[in-house]
């Protein structure tokens, strides 16, 4: 009897139903790592200056034709994924022969407002991190890991939505034992409380009105 009245609450009765839901989550989830990752996650990959900087001969045919037009049919998305250059949580490659550059962002919750339990600050964090034998981009002469962060700035300084507020707290960078040099960035927007839930009928904040 308890399980069938749980089954009532779920929103579905399906498998594909449930599937259905949990891929909601990209657009309306309950969760604001989920929305802001994948907008972070878009951001970079349609940034060429931001790929190109990263510095991957065997991807950089994506992204250029021959002639050097941009290649807009290139699958720009190969620089992201679980084993590939831009990657949605913290990654401390291990000391190899192949040179390689990384980005790894993060989002993490800092407080509650003062006085405001309806809004929070969200901290959104990005590790540079280069391979020393490739730290000066020969192209600018600028130090990559600098290079890579300007361009995450200025990104981060034109995105819409919720990221368009989020404003610059901490830079810094130091070298890791395995032959890596690092950068972090971290950006803080003001953003509503997670107070909400995902169902058929839409996301809403506990107690207020679906939208």
């Not at 604001?32 to 878009?42: A, G, P, Q, V, Y």
């Not at 992204?63 to 049919?73: I, P, V």
């Not at 990657?87 to 190899?96: A, C, K, M, S």
């Not at 995105?159 to 032959?179: L, R």
């Amino acid at each position: 009897m308890e399980r069938e009245e749980m089954i009532k609450t779920l929103g579905f009765s399906t498998k594909e139903q449930m599937i259905s839901q949990l891929q909601g989550y990209l657009s309306n989830p309950d969760d604001d790592t989920i929305r802001l990752k994948e907008k972070i996650k878009s951001m970079m990959l349609g940034c060429p200056k931001l790929l190109w900087a990263l510095n991957n001969e065997e991807y950089e045919v994506e992204l250029f034709n021959e002639d050097g037009s941009l290649n807009d049919t290139g699958e720009w998305d190969v620089y992201f994924g679980d084993t590939s250059l831009i990657r949605p949580f913290l990654f401390i490659p291990e000391t190899q022969d192949v040179v390689a550059n990384y980005i790894c962002y993060q989002t993490s919750t800092d407080e509650n407002m003062r006085y405001n339990s309806e809004m929070k600050y969200f901290v959104i964090t990005f590790t540079i991190i280069v391979h020393e034998k490739d730290s000066i981009d020969k192209v600018t002469g600028i130090a990559r890991h600098d290079l890579i962060g300007g361009i995450i700035r200025e990104l981060m300084a034109w995105s819409s939505s919720t990221m368009s507020s989020a404003i610059p707290i901490y830079e810094g960078e130091s070298v890791t034992d395995n032959n890596y040099i690092t950068k972090v960035l971290k950006f803080q927007a003001t953003m509503p409380n997670n107070l909400v839930i995902t169902d058929s009928a839409g996301t809403a904040f506990v107690n207020k009105t679906k939208r």
